[in-house]
């Protein structure tokens, strides 16, 4: 791959080698596992007829519910276990009638059989897979806990993890009965917004429909990536709704693959970010230092302001794609430059990178001293593996 320009060689490499990883190994949740959506997909796998009714919502209108939930518990320690949960508690209530996509107050009439189900499926799934999750990333098996914020209560999990996705389609409901829209209430609230990165934001920050801290940035970007990129749900075609039309949803694992490959460094400094409290000096698990990567978002590079060709890509990226800006902005933020060199490069979409970030995040880098960096598909990329070791064994994230 040949830059175009000079867009910061080593991170346009970087990044153009992670979203090919991506592209070859999409991850999504599996849809096909659950059972009401089973017959929306053809022989080879796609989901077809998406304005087709199912009951008193469109096919499309389902899949935004249930992603909508699905986003909302990703935010635990075990992506799969999550998937797992979610599938099989979908499976379990709708076999009991309890058909909360299409009548999400069901769920909480039913809250005991819910709070059941949660229950039981959680023991079933830690019993499975807590042994293989605490070797992968040194802990113990009895830390094994899906449920968020370490918390140990059901009925907060249920009500406040579940039960606020679920409110949001209930609540545009409530607001506006005709028929028409009742069958697609979500997907028209949704698309409502200038463009899908401005839908991410207002997921969490929207005073009546938002859902506050029962969704974190990451989750809220995971959702526009499927609802854009993974399962194409969208019904809208102008370009901020489009494969570059929302900020890659960056997590602890994304963070940690762009740190230890040397691209954060690229465009800041060391005291820059712990200035920024990315950096918290001997607070990681054993003494290191401990990287809180979140907090890069909104933070500015002003090496990435005196690239030209970058600064124009991520211009264009921000008034013609997310929508968050009228005009030019002046400074970029380190979170949106991956988006502007894909951007520019043309191959390769957020979603990719996403995907490939998550792929290498959580099956060679993992969060200790010893990820698996000879089976790692960008090892020739990486900076922490090929020149500077204590990327990887100064910080935990
Ligand atoms: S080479 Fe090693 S440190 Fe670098 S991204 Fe891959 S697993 Fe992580």
């Known amino acids: 791959m040949t830059p175009k320009n000079n867009l910061g060689n080593e991170s346009y490499h970087l990044i153009l080698a992670i979203a090919q990883v991506g592209r070859q190994f999409p991850l999504k949740p599996s849809l096909q596992d659950v059972e009401i959506f089973q017959h929306y997909f053809d022989p080879l796998g796609n989901l077809t007829d998406l304005d087709k009714r199912d009951g008193n919502c469109s096919r499309r209108e389902l899949l935004l519910r249930y992603l909508l939930v699905n986003a909302v518990l990703d935010q635990g320690p075990d992506t799969e276990g999550v998937r797992t949960l979610l599938t099989r508690v979908t499976n379990e209530l709708y076999r009991q009638e309890v058909r909360f996509l299409h009548r999400p107050a069901d769920f909480f009439k039913e809250l005991g059989i819910a709070v059941d189900q949660i229950n039981s499926v959680h023991e079933a799934i830690k019993k499975v897979r807590a042994v293989d999750w605490a070797k992968t990333n040194q802990s113990r098996p009895s830390r094994y806990n899906l449920f968020l914020d370490n918390t140990r209560q059901v009925l907060n999990y249920a009500i406040f993890r579940w039960g606020t996705p679920l409110a949001v389609p209930l609540l545009l409901i409530r607001d506006n ?10 997907l028209r609230y949704l698309e409502t917004w200038p463009s899908a990165e401005q839908m991410s934001q207002q997921l969490k920050d929207h005073p009546r429909y938002g859902l506050g801290k ?25 370009l901020a709704w489009g494969p570059y039309s929302f900020e890659v949803p960056f997590d602890s694992n994304a963070g940690r693959v762009l740190w230890r490959t040397g691209f954060f460094l690229q465009w800041a400094s060391l005291d820059e970010y712990a200035r920024w409290k990315v950096i918290y000096k001997g607070q990681g698990k054993g003494g290191l230092d401990y990287l809180r990567i979140t907090n890069i978002r909104g933070k500015s590079s002003v090496r990435a302001q005196a690239e030209r060709s970058l600064l124009q890509a991520y211009q264009d990226l921000c008034v013609n794609y997310l929508k968050t800006h009228h005009r030019a902005p002046k400074t970029v933020e380190i979170q949106r430059i991956p988006i502007a060199i894909l951007l520019d490069n043309g191959q390769y979409t957020p979603g990719d990178l996403d995907d490939g970030l998550m792929y290498i995040g959580t099956r060679f880098c993992f969060n200790h001293d010893a990820p698996l960096c000879n089976q790692c598909p960008i090892s020739n990329h990486c900076c922490g593996h090929q020149s500077d070791a204590k990327l990887i064994r100064g910080y935990r994230t």
């Open 214 to 238: 029962a969704i974190g940035d990451k989750a809220a970007h995971l959702y526009a990536k499927w609802m854009n990129h993974s399962y194409a749900l969208s019904t809208r075609t102008d």
């Open 177 to 186: 009965q005709e028929e028409d829209w009742v069958h697609t209430a979500l």
